[in-house]
């Protein structure tokens, strides 16, 4: 992966869709094939593929897969919100507190210093 922030990109084109037929033994020879050879140059979707074999019941796993993706986009719309919630809203007052600190510690050093 040549660019470390593109971290969704595809190293494959292998969908669902094949991975399941794939499962299922429900295609040629020749696309057999073809899977198996994306599946040597990717561990990832040598993951995918053994989470995938795991399940009892094929049909599920659309239902199962909408479900996790709806709860990842409420926990990233959650977690967006509270960085926003973080942010300081005022900056103006934090450089005016700044330079009021600032202020006042050369002001109290000079004072202490001068006066001896």
Known sequence: MTNWKDIFKKETDL??????KYLDNDISEE????????????????DA????????????????TNSLNQQLKKQISRSTKRK???????????????????LLSVTGYLLIHYNR
């Open 15 to 20: 969908s669902n869709e094949e991975l399941l």
């Open 31 to 46: 696309e057999m094939n073809a899977i198996e050879q994306k599946l040597a140059s990717s561990d990832f979707e040598n």
């Open 49 to 64: 593929l053994e989470g995938l074999a795991q399940f009892k019941t094929k049909e599920n796993i659309t239902t199962i």
């Open 84 to 102: 926003k919630k973080r942010k300081i809203q005022d900056q103006q007052w934090l450089i005016v507190v700044i330079l009021a600190v600032l």
